[in-house]
């Protein structure tokens, strides 16, 4: 509370430094009653007053007077500007009202402001947390689509984020555009999300992506991948192109997924088959001898 002496500032431009001042000196109580006793003598804001005013409710925590500032914003026809966005992102946050604040950086992205990275990557984290996946997807792309450079360990906190919420085509782009950012167990963990649950029209080009990131796609994952295809013989076109493509990058197929290829001959045609994994013999033959 302010003391006795104090003498309240004559007009808005000294109210404003004052409340700022209490501000810096996280006198926060203080900062709030002056912006409320300037609200009770005065009638004339502009958007440097009004930031100062939300500040100061917002480091008390004073919801219905930030609801409050906002209206008469909106009532006054006074634009938001950056720091507006940002005083109430980091207060929505501070709050947990973790999709509040995304809406209000949406908002803040559609006015052409461009949020600091250090509060995308916190927004983006606790999004992930309260499962809005979806939502710390855009998040990250407006950042991905800025032209400030990225944090790379942001591309792997958004993949596993996307992973666990079956985004698997938008976590799959992302691996493709930044996999030397991303380490081998969180390419070995998309691998295997997306060959099991992703689109298998995609497969494939996942299986390309992994060997060019460096990760050495083991057999598990070429069983995998192989199996979807058999109980789908409408994709048996798949098989044969990963099967040709494996021969091509020095990859064998294991014992078990051999015999599983040789069962269901009949759907790739068996010389197509017999010729295939003939390719794979004589490499597997070249591997055990080098």
């Known amino acids: 509370m302010l003391n006795e002496f104090y003498i309240p500032p004559a007009d808005g431009y000294a109210h404003s430094i004052m409340i700022s001042a209490f501000c810096r000196s996280k006198l926060f109580e203080e900062a709030k009653q002056l912006a409320k ?3 009770a003598k005065f009638n004339k804001y502009d958007l440097v007053l009004l930031n100062t005013m939300l500040s100061a409710y917002c480091r008390v ?4 007077s930030v609801m409050h500032v906002m209206k008469k914003m909106d009532k006054l026809a006074i634009c938001p500007d950056y720091y ?3 005083i109430l992102i980091k207060y929505f946050c501070k709050e947990k ?4 604040a995304y809406r209000t950086m949406v908002d803040m992205h559609s006015k052409g402001h461009q949020p600091e990275e250090e509060l995308c990557s916190s927004l983006i984290f606790h999004l992930g947390k309260i499962r809005a996946h979806s939502e710390a997807l855009s998040v990250y792309n407006m950042l991905r689509y800025s032209k400030k450079t990225m944090c790379k360990a942001l591309h792997e906190k958004i993949l596993h984020i996307l992973i666990a919420g079956g985004l698997l085509k938008d976590a799959y782009v992302v691996v493709k555009d930044n996999s030397g950012s991303i380490s081998r167990a969180a390419v070995k963990k998309f691998g295997s999300a997306f060959v099991r649950l992703g689109n298998i029209n995609l497969v494939n080009d996942v299986m ?7 990760y050495k796609i083991d057999e598990g994952l070429f069983h995998m991948a192989i199996s979807r295809y058999i109980v789908e013989p409408e994709k048996k076109e798949l098989v044969l192109r990963l099967l040709d493509w494996m021969s091509g990058q020095g990859y064998v197929v294991d014992s078990t997924t051999r015999n599983m290829i040789l069962k269901n001959s009949h759907l790739f ?7 295939l994994l003939s390719k ?7 591997l055990r001898s080098s």
């Open 37 to 39: 006793d300037f609200e």
């Open 61 to 64: 925590g004073e919801m219905e």
């Open 84 to 86: 507006t966005f940002h």
């Open 97 to 100: 009202l973790y999709l509040l």
């Open 208 to 214: 390309k992506v992994l060997h060019g990131s460096g």
């Open 269 to 275: 045609g068996r010389q197509v088959t017999a010729d």
């Open 280 to 286: 794979q013999h004589v490499m597997s033959k070249s």
